[in-house]
């Protein structure tokens, strides 16, 4: 995936114009085309995967299209979660991606994983460590964000716990 | 007066695909058609097509063939918008009910909010429907976590609120034990009279059949093999399956009055009057077995027999060991079984003068 980005964006291919090899920018859309086929698939299987009784009855009373998708969207609200965290896992920890696209340029287009891999390199392995956890802590906290999120709203637990 | 059909359905057939060339039909030619403010049930066994007869004219299905006729217009071939707008004319309560992953209170809201009702009106229609259902108290519950009966009392209430023109219930009180299923029936009476909204119903219970039905429609193999009162369907059935299926009753809807020197009930059915021993006044269903019918060629003197009717038989239907008369007693038919033995010793033939007598308990209400 990067390198065909890298590719599209290189200064001799078909997007070279733009000038955006080695910015953030280029960075973002490696990332973003990573994480959406993972999303769009999970939630493409949850929303099909809601019964299709609950669509039949959402129907005889009366909703429109789009309110039909909308329910079915949040009837399926805890898989599509889950695959969002899937594509941050995958985004968070992206190294050569980004690497590619990006180049690893100090203050600019360095991130945590590209750093790592450089520190390591250099044979820093204390920088190295520290970035890690720092990584892998935020990426906890984040996790937990959403987990959180993904169960306690339809306070469906809170009400059978009564 | 004209009195013009709500709902008309003409001539339906629905193929499903199978494998590549071949279809199965699931219904065949099913025409009938539902006046206002009658209450249309469909009986059949599993499987004859009840459901997904229900679901086309819940417009949830497409007919392969056939129309569907809806206030004289043409309902079948409707753009997604229109279909939409008739949608919301109709209800379709289904036998397994499927509620939102969400709380009472807002899975019963849910028709009035995806048709744009102002958030303080939903909130009064809601709370007053909760009281109707019997829900109160379980408004902040998530439906998804309530029984059964419950969660079909949810989805009584979610077409309830939408105060629709035309209830489609399929098969509801199924899966329900006796408490909810009777308490189903108290809403079913509700919309009927005093609500007096459109119903058709499928149901393979008996009954439930006989106590709402105006008309019964009997669904067999994908086709309605009959359409009548349930005193015709009861009555005569015709073939050997319905009648199996039926099996036979004598229904009456009369007018019961209680008479005060013996306090038995008098119920008016056009011109005869037949005593019972219930107590329920005004608009009534009666059943009389035909086994608990006797039939004598001569006034009978006994006094227990509270009933006692003068009649002439009509047809005779031998059945081997069993036969069935039809007599008719002034404007009404009973169906009367006896042994092929006594039918020899009465020497009836059709056109013979009978006495036909029951009791006053053996008349039940419906």
Request: aromatic fraction near 6%; hydrophobic fraction near 40%; glycine fraction near 8%.
């Amino acid at each position: 995936m990067g390198l065909i980005i890298f590719l599209l964006l290189s200064k001799s291919g078909p997007l070279g114009p733009l000038g955006l090899l080695y910015s953030t920018t280029a960075m973002v859309i490696a990332q973003f085309l990573l994480a959406v086929p993972i999303i769009a698939g999970t939630t493409k299987a949850a929303v099909e995967s809601v019964d299709p009784a609950l669509k039949e009855t959402l129907m005889s009373l009366g909703s429109t299209e789009s309110q039909l998708w909308w329910e079915m969207i949040k009837e399926s609200k805890k898989s599509i979660i889950a695959g969002i965290l899937v594509a941050f896992g995958q985004a968070i920890s992206e190294v050569g991606a980004v690497m590619i696209v990006g180049g690893n340029i100090r203050w600019h287009t360095r991130t945590f994983t590209t750093s790592i891999v450089l520190q390591t390199r250099m044979g820093e392995f204390g920088m190295a460590i520290a970035l890690g956890l720092i990584l892998i802590s935020m990426t906890f906290i984040i996790n937990y964000a959403l987990t959180h999120l993904q169960m306690g709203d339809g306070n469906y637990k809170s009400t059978r716990s009564k | 007066m004209v009195i013009i059909n709500l709902l008309e359905v003409n001539n339906i057939t629905k193929l499903y695909p199978k494998e590549a060339g071949t279809s199965q039909t699931v219904l065949s030619d099913v025409s009938f058609s539902v006046k206002k403010g009658e209450c249309f049930v469909i009986i059949g066994p599993n499987g004859s097509g009840k459901t997904t007869l229900l679901k086309i004219l819940g417009l949830l299905e497409q007919p392969t063939k056939g129309k569907l006729i809806y206030q004289e217009r043409d309902i079948t071939n409707l753009s997604k918008k229109e279909k939409i707008i008739y949608r919301r004319k109709f209800s379709f309560v289904r036998q397994k009910p499927v509620v939102l992953n969400t709380t009472v209170f807002n899975n019963i809201a849910y028709g009035l909010k995806v048709r744009g009702v102002e958030w303080e009106q939903v909130v009064s229609q809601v709370r007053e429907i909760i009281d109707v259902v019997g829900l109160k108290g379980l408004e902040k519950k998530n439906a998804r976590s309530l029984s059964g009966g419950e969660m079909q009392r949810v989805a009584i209430a979610m077409n309830f609120v939408i105060a629709p023109e035309l209830y489609i219930l399929d098969e509801v009180s199924a899966n329900l034990d006796p408490q909810n299923a009777s308490l189903l029936g108290e809403f079913i009476d509700k919309i009927k009279k005093d609500m007096q909204k459109t119903i058709i119903m499928s149901t393979h219970d008996r009954t439930e059949a006989i106590k709402f039905a105006d008309r019964i429609g009997v669904l067999i193999e994908g086709r309605l093999t009959q359409i009548g009162s349930p005193n015709e369907i009861f009555t005569s059935p015709k073939d050997e399956f319905t009648a199996l299926f039926v099996g036979y009753e004598n229904i009456f809807t009369g007018i019961g009055k209680i008479d005060e020197k013996s306090g038995l009930n008098l119920i008016k059915i056009n011109d005869l009057i037949i005593t019972a021993s219930n107590q329920v006044e005004g608009n009534v269903k009666i059943c009389i077995r035909p086994e608990s019918i006797g039939i004598v060629k001569t006034p009978p003197k006994e006094v227990s027999y509270r009933n006692i009717f003068k009649g002439e038989v009509e047809d005779i239907r031998d059945l081997g060991n069993i036969c069935h008369l039809m007599v008719k007693c002034q404007s009404e038919k009973f169906l009367i079984t006896i042994t092929a033995l006594s039918k020899e010793n009465l020497k009836l033939k059709p056109g013979s003068e009978v006495f036909i007598n029951f009791k006053a308990t053996d008349v039940k209400l419906l």
